[in-house]
């Protein structure tokens, strides 16, 4: 049972240029989620899905898509990369609004993404 | 908009009880106070979770007076792997969380 796996881990991009961030999930959950977390700060939601095909804004969407095709997995996109999306990603899962009394987040352990 | 405030900074040493008090003014009738850990490059992991009176799991106890618009992480006996990043957050119906700053934890031996 591996969680929450994110690839890349590292990446190194030049302005202007496009990613994918994967993160996969094998807890069937039902939510899911995309942060940042800047230098000396806690972590801001980007988007989020509550169920396959399903996505929605979150507090700092602009610069960013995602999509939700298969329930286990979440993508982040950068459609062309800026030196302000330098940050650390996470991405998170949770059961659901079903079990939302006592089902945590689980977090990846992110991608550390620097653009030059 | 973080909708928790808690101390920036906090000293412990080895064998010490620890205890970091969160304040949510705003608390909404449907969010759950939980706290999350972090250490360095790594995400967020769940310690304890809570809607009132007292929780108690392997690692913590949370206390929520009855207005709900506090609650403390009780850390008992900490060591030097508990240095890391406490974060008390809202967890809402749909499970979106708001992080702050946290509060910075740092054991001594």
């Known amino acids: 049972n591996a969680g929450v796996t994110q690839t890349p881990k590292f990446r190194v991009l030049k302005t202007g240029q496009s990613m994918t961030l994967l993160c996969a999930q094998d807890m069937n959950h039902e939510y899911m989620y995309w942060y940042r977390q800047d230098p000396g700060m806690g972590l801001r939601l980007i988007h989020y899905?509550?169920?396959?095909?399903?996505?929605a804004k979150g507090e700092v969407p602009d610069g960013y898509n995602v999509s939700r095709l298969k329930k286990q997995n979440f993508l982040l996109g950068l459609e062309s990369a800026a030196p302000s999306q330098t940050s650390v990603y996470f991405c998170?899962?949770?059961?659901?609004?079903?079990?939302?009394?006592?089902?945590?987040?689980?977090f990846g352990d992110g991608t550390r993404l620097s653009i030059l | 908009l973080a909708k928790t405030t808690q101390p920036i900074s906090m000293d412990s040493y080895e064998g010490q009880e620890v205890n970091i008090t969160c304040s949510h003014n705003?608390?909404?009738?449907?969010?759950?106070i939980t706290w999350y850990q972090q250490f360095p490059s790594q995400g967020p992991r769940f310690i304890i979770q809570?809607?009132?009176t007292k929780v108690t799991n392997e690692v913590a106890s949370l206390f929520i007076p009855a207005d709900r618009k506090s609650s403390t992480l009780s850390l008992p006996r900490v060591s030097l792997s508990d240095t890391a990043v406490y974060y008390c957050l809202l967890r809402p119906l749909w499970g979106a969380l708001t992080f702050g700053s946290g509060t910075r934890l740092q054991v001594q031996p």
């Open positions: 899905s509550v169920g396959e095909g399903t996505t």
């Open positions: 998170a899962s949770t059961l659901g609004d079903r079990g939302r009394g006592n089902q945590p987040q689980h």
């Open positions: 809570g809607y009132k």
């Open positions: 705003n608390i909404a009738t449907n969010d759950y």
